[in-house]
């Protein structure tokens, strides 16, 4: 007999370890991009981390990926070069959220071959269904992770470069936080 919480439908496959593995590296470097770009929208605008982060916190992924573009548009703190580089970037970002996307919001099944998993996806658009089925070895989900590492090493590489840590540095205090510790020094 089900009790009241119990689902009708469990799903008792879960993808194996390395595939697992790289599944939870894409999730977790995602997760430090996004931070990276409120890092540095606060650091362009010069607002401190203790009052900015309520602002930028709650923002959606696209929201700040607007917000970089406008500022690099304008080329604040940066370089003609150098915004060129971020609105490249910007647009490595942006395909990494279709990616990130595509894998964490995959349901995961089994495809009969050793080491290979299916993704399903289903999308109601309209009047009709769409069904995506694709298949991955850990090494597909790797490849994934490997790209978005570059582009975090890239993006932060830059914010550097443009001094976002000492701006941050500098921003006046307004929360009653404490002076950042920055870790150039």
Same mark, same amino acid.
């Given at each position: 007999?089900?009790?009241?919480? =119990?689902?009708?439908?469990?799903?008792?496959?879960?993808p194996?370890?390395?595939?697992l593995?790289?599944?939870? !590296?894409?999730?977790?470097?995602w997760?430090?991009?996004?931070? !990276?770009?409120?890092?540095?929208?606060?650091?362009?605008?010069?607002?401190?981390?203790?009052?900015?982060?309520?602002?930028?916190?709650?923002l959606s992924?696209?929201?700040?990926? !607007?917000?970089?573009?406008?500022?690099?548009?304008?080329?604040?703190?940066?370089?003609?070069?150098?915004?060129?580089?971020?609105?490249?970037?910007?647009?490595?970002?942006?395909?990494?959220?279709?990616?990130?996307?595509?894998?964490?919001?995959?349901?995961?099944?089994e495809?009969?071959?050793?080491?290979?998993?299916?993704?399903?996806?289903?999308?109601?658009?309209?009047?009709?269904?769409?069904?995506?089925? =694709?298949?991955?070895?850990a090494?597909?989900?790797?490849a994934? !992770?490997?790209?978005?590492?570059?582009?975090?090493?890239?993006?932060?590489?830059?914010?550097?470069?443009?001094?976002?840590?000492?701006?941050?540095?500098?921003?006046?205090?307004?929360?009653?936080?404490?002076?950042?510790?920055?870790?150039?020094?």
């Amino acid at each position: 007999m089900r009790t009241p919480i =119990q689902p009708r439908f469990v799903r008792q496959y879960l993808p194996p370890k390395d595939h697992l593995a790289a599944i939870g !590296s894409i999730a977790a470097l995602w997760s430090v991009i996004e931070s !990276s770009m409120e890092t540095t929208i606060l650091g362009l605008y010069e607002i401190d981390m203790g009052r900015g982060l309520v602002f930028t916190a709650n923002l959606s992924f696209h929201a700040r990926l !607007s917000l970089l573009r406008i500022l690099t548009g304008e080329k604040v703190h940066m370089s003609d070069a150098q915004a060129e580089e971020m609105a490249g970037l910007l647009n490595r970002i942006d395909e990494g959220f279709g990616d990130r996307n595509t894998i964490v919001h995959g349901l995961w099944g089994e495809t009969g071959q050793p080491g290979v998993i299916r993704r399903l996806s289903i999308r109601a658009r309209g009047k009709k269904l769409a069904a995506v089925a =694709q298949n991955y070895k850990a090494a597909d989900l790797w490849a994934i !992770s490997d790209r978005l590492a570059t582009l975090l090493r890239d993006f932060t590489d830059l914010a550097f470069r443009i001094g976002i840590e000492e701006r941050l540095d500098a921003a006046p205090r307004h929360s009653g936080a404490p002076p950042r510790k920055s870790k150039s020094k």
